[in-house]
């Protein structure tokens, strides 16, 4: 006997083994046990006796039933705010020109190395609940705003926390290559620092489930990359970088060569290195938020990612300087409407892919197998969820098979 059976779904499966858009099945079953997925069909395939089959029933009436949402980018974890460089931008002011000044990362920096860690975890908890409130079940959050071991470690602290208290999986990244730290004025030797002492301390704590860096004239080099990605390989960890984001460092094309399970961003991208991510299976994660705030106008190059059979994802990239969103379905919205995905592609963006994005082949898809992280939408058509703006027809939140109160 079944856990729970949810029956007269309309499912999208995300499946695309089959051919069939959002992989579909109208009139469907999806049947839970021990918080996975145990069952997914017609419900005309099923026995007679639907009663019996399963300790709890759930009749969706003919409502949506998606996988469980995954944000696979984002820096939820930080203090302060940094509307006055809104302010500036909008009066002219350039992001780089700001970085430079000594904000942007680094006035994040300073208030999140001052605030406490409890504070920390207030901060983020609230930014979740609005992920989660949206059907989010698996969150990446990376570090980056400590720049020292201490700082580091009190952010990944804080993001595996999260788990704790929310019926969530949180994906912790390593970003201590993000901007370079007031202490140092030498960016080669801040690197040799990361390589030598704060990745393997917070490795050795067992923070870290990716290591991630920011490849740009503000941030790093691709050779001071390399060295952050090699030494990430070398302790067995997977790779992911924020590349080509307002120039082309040719970064991407870097972290695809090292295997890396995402390149984001990329509106720099060159689209014939489209070829080598699509060669590696290295993840083209789109973060339109940040398009959107920066007021970014140079478009990712999105028909060469799919002309190259690339798979896209789509995140928040929810920070406090570039994107300071708490919304995955406006971000698959922006998606479709800023850099033209499909309906499908948006969505398959914050499942399908993004579980792919982040390592993770558990999730993102109603398959037999995978946990059972589930949405229930006031929605008839998986379109739904990517055409409207502000509304949000979450229903039901389904995480490792538990309703979620
Ligand atoms: O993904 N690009 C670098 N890092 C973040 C923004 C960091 C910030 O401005 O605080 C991003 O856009
Ligand atoms: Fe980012």
């Known amino acids: 006997m079944w856990d729970t059976l949810f029956i007269n779904a309309e499912v999208a499966t995300m499946r695309d083994d089959e051919g069939v858009p959002y992989g579909l099945i109208s009139d469907a079953a999806v049947a839970v046990e021990n918080g996975e997925i145990a069952w997914v069909g017609p419900v005309v395939d099923i026995a007679e006796n639907i009663a019996d089959l399963a300790r709890e029933i759930h009749d969706v009436e003919g ?23 809104f302010e500036a931008r909008l009066l002219g002011e350039s992001y780089e020109s700001i970085a430079r000044d000594g904000g942007g990362i680094r006035a994040t920096v300073e208030a999140t190395r001052a605030a406490s860690a409890e504070d920390l975890f207030d901060a983020a908890v609230t930014r979740l609940d609005d992920l989660l409130s949206e059907g989010v079940t698996t969150v990446e959050v990376k570090s980056g705003y400590g ?27 390593f970003l201590g290559a993000h901007a370079l730290p007031p202490e140092f004025d ?60 307002l120039s082309d460092q040719g970064g991407a ?91 499908e592609e948006a969505l398959a963006g914050a499942t399908r892919n993004a579980a792919k994005a982040l390592g993770l082949d558990d999730t993102g898809e109603i398959r037999i197998g995978n946990r059972a992280d589930l949405c229930i939408w006031d929605a008839r058509r998986p379109s739904e969820l990517v055409a409207s703006i502000g509304q949000n027809p979450l229903l039901v939140r389904v995480f490792g098979g538990d309703i979620c109160p």
Do not use: W
């Open 147 to 173: 720049l020292d071991s201490d700082t580091e470690m009190k952010m990944l602290h804080v993001a595996r926390a999260l788990e704790d208290e929310r019926y969530v999986r949180v994906r912790t990244t």
């Open 253 to 343: 094309k870097l972290a695809a060569q090292l295997g890396a399970l995402s390149v984001d961003h990329l509106e720099y991208l060159k689209p014939e290195d489209a070829a080598v991510l699509a060669e590696a299976g290295t993840v083209a994660t789109l973060l339109p938020g940040a398009f959107y705030y920066l007021r970014e106008t140079k478009l990712p190059p999105v028909q060469a990612l799919r002309d190259a059979g690339v798979d896209i994802a789509v995140a928040t990239d929810c920070n406090p300087g570039s994107s300071p969103m708490t919304s995955i379905l406006l971000a698959m919205n922006m998606a479709a409407t800023l850099f033209q995905l499909t309906a």
């Open 63 to 85: 409502d949506l039933l998606t996988p469980g949402l995954i944000d696979c980018h984002t820096h939820l974890v930080y203090a302060g705010e940094r509307s006055g460089e």
């Open 186 to 245: 030498d960016a080669d030797a801040y690197i040799d620092h990361v390589c030598n002492d704060m990745l393997p301390a917070a490795h050795a704590a067992g923070l870290v489930d990716s290591v991630d860096g920011f490849c740009e004239t503000i941030g790093f080099s691709p050779a001071q990359i390399e060295k952050v990605l090699l030494k990430a390989k070398d302790l067995g960890l997977p790779v992911r970088l924020h590349a080509e984001q």
